[in-house]
């Protein structure tokens, strides 16, 4: 199984996809400096020590079940962690561009004075609606 972050599908009004507007601030471009706040937020995540807690629990899960042969357990646990890791990341991933707390690179002053505020990643805030997360085999 794995976990997968992200865009939901969609376009802002001027046709662009939430996806493909979401890689350009990840990678950066010539005229926008990356912004991966995905990975900022999994690294958030991940490093958490609330986390560190969950995960131990759960190998200590996926252990137990092993031994005993409850391979269907093993599946179902590895989902739920999966998806409460998704769910985190995500939420984590709007707080960043809700908070602007400099972890992300600031905008130019150009796009600051378009816009009336610097807030990296938010403009309209329909980006931030249309992340999320997909948990698949």
Request: aromatic share 8%; glycine share 6%.
């Given at each position: 199984m794995q976990v997968k972050f992200g865009a939901l599908p969609g376009v802002y009004k001027t046709g662009e996809k939430f996806s493909d507007v979401l890689a350009w601030n990840h990678y950066g471009t010539e005229t926008i400096p990356p912004r991966p706040v995905l990975r900022i937020a999994a690294e958030n995540i991940l490093s958490?020590?609330?986390?560190?807690?969950?995960?131990?629990?759960?190998?200590?899960?996926?252990?137990?079940?092993?031994?005993?042969?409850?391979?269907?357990?093993?599946?179902?646990?590895?989902?739920?962690?999966?998806?409460?890791?998704?769910?985190?990341?995500?939420?984590?991933?709007?707080?960043?561009?809700?908070?602007?707390?400099g972890e992300l690179q600031h905008n130019a002053p150009a796009t600051v004075a378009k816009k009336g505020f610097d807030k990296p990643l938010?403009?309209?805030?329909?980006?931030?609606?249309?992340?999320?997360?997909?948990?698949?085999?």
């Amino acid at each position: 199984m794995q976990v997968k972050f992200g865009a939901l599908p969609g376009v802002y009004k001027t046709g662009e996809k939430f996806s493909d507007v979401l890689a350009w601030n990840h990678y950066g471009t010539e005229t926008i400096p990356p912004r991966p706040v995905l990975r900022i937020a999994a690294e958030n995540i991940l490093s958490s020590p609330a986390m560190k807690k969950h995960m131990k629990a759960y190998f200590k899960n996926v252990m137990a079940y092993s031994k005993r042969g409850r391979t269907q357990d093993v599946k179902d646990i590895e989902a739920k962690m999966l998806t409460a890791l998704g769910q985190q990341v995500a939420a984590e991933a709007k707080r960043i561009i809700e908070r602007n707390s400099g972890e992300l690179q600031h905008n130019a002053p150009a796009t600051v004075a378009k816009k009336g505020f610097d807030k990296p990643l938010y403009e309209t805030g329909q980006l931030e609606k249309h992340l999320s997360y997909e948990v698949s085999e």
